[in-house]
């Protein structure tokens, strides 16, 4: 039964930019991938390893700018320039895990910002690679796989998105499920208390944000070959690096599938509104977020994912009262 | 600018010394005085250094409905939880600014104070000068109200220890919502002494904000005349930066030295852990 639903997820998943030819759906299930992708893999270090970083946007920007930069002075695929991206990506995230890996709780999330600042402030100022005007990725016609670039429809860049997000969600699956994934549960609980058992607390902390800036930047380059254009104030803003942990912290943290359904409540919520209410200046979609946010964190802080759970146990009590009552 | 920072960041130390607690809105409470200080005075003539009390108290008001609200909810929950209610405050406060007020800059204009004056030939803005010396005084106060009344006293007991202070007959609960209140309070006198001298919009309780956090973290969390110290130190060090290298790097010269500090003492420059 449950084997089956999931099938017919996985088909339904599969099967609709065969349906829906229109770019506007095809384009919130790729934003819904995209943004499933990236706090999946904030999830690994948040949400598994209890670090909460709110700097992550740095590791998009490294995607994205690395691959950018191949492409305009090696000519080099951007299937190549995205392991170079994330490799960068985690080089970074060690150099900036090891001050900031001191730091516990609320220290820590403000350190994060402010190297989020820090980076952001460097992109503008950086004239080689664009400063604060930006690059555009070189436009190649016709479409083809080898550019990544693809003007006349959406469902390729659906597929890719969708292969991003299987893979976070494959790692993510593969660490639950592995010591190293119980080792990152355990300093989340209590840091102290897995020390003292022999975890060696700061290199599984560096083994967990290196997973994670590998995964944000693999996202980074794909949003650069989607929208073909970057700026420090589109991939390296403190917002965005916030709106990557609330849509996990909507879903439900710590858990294989709260992020995606996080995404897949927010994406539409932003994008919908956008539509309706789009050009006005009033961002009436994110009085929404931080309302919703404020009430997932009082009333449900495991998320929608805690809320399904419950209902869930709810009903299976309620049928086994059903069940032992008539026996 | 440095009493301006402290101040602003004096109101989050004192929350999170009641209550481990950072009030990631506080950027946005700023905001929000500032705007009561425009309209304040666009609308009722009242000049921003007599709208300072009125900011007060809007922002009291403000903060005392955040904990009964929001923060007496999660006060038990996990990190993550308080850390996203106050974010998700701060979300929905920017952008019902923007909803409700636009993305206009403000400022106001042709203020009591302005001009500016020559200190030992160096020339600094009127406004600036007397908001650092109000902000400096509201400061006194406030370090007093703490450590001179009784009221101030149960305060800081109940930052030391919530129990103990629970079963000396202290009201925790009461306390706690004065101690977002005074919050409030303070960033609702560093608001309007602000926008004597600073636009005034929706997004700019950010960069103040992220100073403020920095500017805590430095002092050590929840103490709050290290907050006054390390509130002039980035005020300083940002002032410096930007005269010794180019302006649009002063504040990574702030976040560095954070970084710089932490590492060598996590606890901030003045903080007890």
Not at chain 1, 59 to 73: D, K, N, P, Q, V
Request: hydrophobic fraction near 55%.
């Amino acid at each position: 039964m449950k084997r089956a639903l999931a099938a017919i997820v996985v088909l339904a998943v599969l099967a609709f930019p065969l349906v829906f030819a229109r770019p506007f759906p095809r384009h919130v299930m790729i934003m819904i991938f995209l943004y499933g992708a990236l706090a999946t893999a904030w999830n690994v270090l948040a949400g598994y390893c209890g670090q909460i970083s709110l700097g992550h946007a740095v590791y998009f920007g490294i995607g994205a700018y690395t691959s950018t930069l191949l492409i305009r002075e090696a000519a080099l695929t951007p299937w190549l320039g995205m392991p170079a991206g994330a490799a960068l990506a985690v080089l970074v995230s060690q150099v900036i895990g090891y001050p900031v890996f001191r730091l516990r709780g609320h220290y820590f999330a403000i350190a994060t910002i402010g190297v989020g600042e820090i980076v952001q402030t460097l992109f503008i100022n950086w004239d080689w690679a664009g400063g604060a005007r930006g690059l555009f990725v070189p436009i190649k016609r016709p479409d083809s796989l080898l550019n990544l670039q693809f003007h006349e429809s959406k469902a390729v860049y659906y597929y890719i998105a969708l292969g991003l997000l299987a893979l976070a969600l494959g790692v993510t699956h593969w660490l639950e499920r592995s010591r190293r994934g119980y080792v990152f549960r355990a300093i989340r609980e209590d840091q102290d208390a897995a020390a003292s058992v022999g975890v060696h607390v700061a290199r599984e902390k560096h083994v967990a944000i290196a997973v994670s800036a590998a995964l944000t930047a693999l996202g980074g380059t794909f949003w650069a070959q989607y929208v073909l254009f970057i700026d420090p104030e589109s991939v390296f803003p403190l917002s965005l690096s916030i709106l990557i942990s609330l849509v996990a912290v909507l879903g439900g943290v710590g858990s294989l599938w709260g992020p995606v359904l996080g995404a897949a409540i927010l994406v539409p919520l932003s994008e919908g509104t956008r539509v309706l209410l789009g050009g006005t200046g009033k961002a009436l979609d994110l009085v929404i977020y931080g309302a919703l946010i404020m009430l997932i964190a009082v009333f449900q802080p495991s998320g929608v994912i805690g809320l399904a759970r419950r209902f869930r146990r709810d009903r299976r009590q309620a049928t086994g009262a059903a069940q032992a009552s008539s026996a | 600018m440095g009493f301006v920072y402290a101040l602003v960041a004096a109101g989050l130390s004192l929350i999170f010394g009641l209550m481990e607690l950072v009030n990631f809105a506080h950027g946005e409470f700023l905001m929000i005085a500032m705007y009561v200080a425009f309209f304040g005075w666009s609308l009722g003539g009242i000049d921003p250094v007599l709208g300072a009390p009125l900011g007060a108290v809007a922002l009291a008001a403000l903060g005392w409905a955040t904990y009964h609200g929001v923060i007496r909810h999660i006060l038990s929950g996990p990190m993550l939880a308080q850390i996203f209610a106050t974010f998700g405050l701060a979300v929905f406060l920017r952008n019902m600014a923007h909803f409700v007020w636009g993305v206009d800059f403000r400022t106001v204009q042709d203020p009591w104070l302005s001009g500016r004056v020559s200190l030992g030939g160096v020339f600094v803005g009127l406004p600036q000068i007397s908001a650092s010396v109000a902000a400096f005084g509201a400061f006194l106060a406030l370090y007093l109200f703490l450590s001179r009344t009784e009221t101030g006293l149960a305060l800081t007991a109940t930052a030391q220890d919530r129990q103990a202070a629970s079963l000396m007959g202290i009201d925790t609960e009461r306390m706690f919502a004065l101690g977002w209140a005074i919050g409030g309070a303070c960033v609702g006198v560093a608001g309007a002494l602000v926008a004597m001298f600073f636009y005034i919009y929706p997004d700019v309780g950010g960069t103040f904000a992220l100073l403020a956090y920095v500017t805590v973290a430095l002092g050590g969390f929840g103490n709050v005349p290290g907050t006054l110290a390390a509130g002039v130190v980035v005020g300083l060090v940002e002032a410096l930066a930007g005269l010794l290298i180019p302006p649009a790097f002063k504040y990574s010269v702030v976040f560095l030295l954070y970084l710089a500090v932490v590492l060598w003492r996590p606890q901030g420059l003045f903080g007890r852990f």
